[in-house]
């Protein structure tokens, strides 16, 4: 199994940037998608989920700046970041779940000038 995200880098605050996870050796339809954060110093964090079944929550210092989507027929999860804030700034991850089965992928830096 592989989650490969890409897209990340170094943006100035009120920017965008347009976060990809390519995954490979699982069904990509069925399982549920993830971005999540982790900040210097700090735990990791759920940024945005979406289900199978295209059902979206982010968490509450995301919401109406994040948007997250999935594309079933590329296997590919995005993650449209935009009002970016240097609090934004972390490596974000992609995951995938489908029940007690979890995978992680490598992580990519976002970081947010002010």
């Known amino acids: 199994v592989q989650l490969q995200a890409s897209g990340g880098g170094l943006v100035q605050a009120e920017g965008s940037l347009r976060l990809s996870c390519a995954a490979s050796g699982i069904i990509f339809s069925i399982h549920a998608m993830g971005w999540y954060r982790q900040a210097p110093g700090k735990q990791r964090e759920l940024v945005a989920a979406i289900t199978s079944g295209g059902m979206t929550n982010y968490a509450d210092s995301v919401k109406g700046r994040f948007t997250i989507s999935r594309d079933n027929a590329k296997n590919t999860v995005y993650l449209q970041m935009n009002s970016l804030k240097p609090e934004d700034t972390a490596v974000y991850y992609c995951?995938?779940?489908?029940?007690?089965?979890?995978?992680w992928g490598q992580g990519t830096q976002v970081t947010v000038s002010s």
């Open positions: 995951a995938a779940e489908f029940g007690s089965r979890n995978y």
